[in-house]
């Protein structure tokens, strides 16, 4: 804008550091089973920032350790489980069509 006054959330002008909410982003795209390629396109179209895929690599390597807990913890003998089913049926009640 001509005066100047619009602030970007994510990358705010002038910053080329990579913010903790881009971050999360980054990790985000990764849990979808976004490449790594496709983030670095997703954020120079979104943030006209340059990335490269090393870094985004960098990024998503982080949370390895916690995945690799999540994938060696201990499992529980019995995980219940409810299952309900119901139907839905339109009844006319005096000449009017309702759904109970």
Not at 54 to 60: C, D, G, N, Y
Not at 63 to 90: G, T
């Amino acid at each position: 804008d001509r005066l100047g006054t619009f602030e970007p959330k994510v990358v705010p002008k002038r910053q080329l550091i990579i913010t903790e909410e881009l971050e999360g982003n980054i990790l985000s795209m990764y849990a979808m089973g976004m490449s790594t390629r496709a983030m670095r396109d997703y954020i120079q179209e979104m943030y006209a920032m340059d990335i490269s895929a090393a870094e985004i690599s960098r990024i998503t390597d982080s949370v390895l350790p916690a995945v690799q807990e999540w994938r060696n913890r201990p499992l529980e003998a019995v995980y219940p489980f409810v299952f309900l089913d119901c139907m839905f049926f339109k009844v006319r009640v005096n000449g009017v069509v309702e759904t109970p």
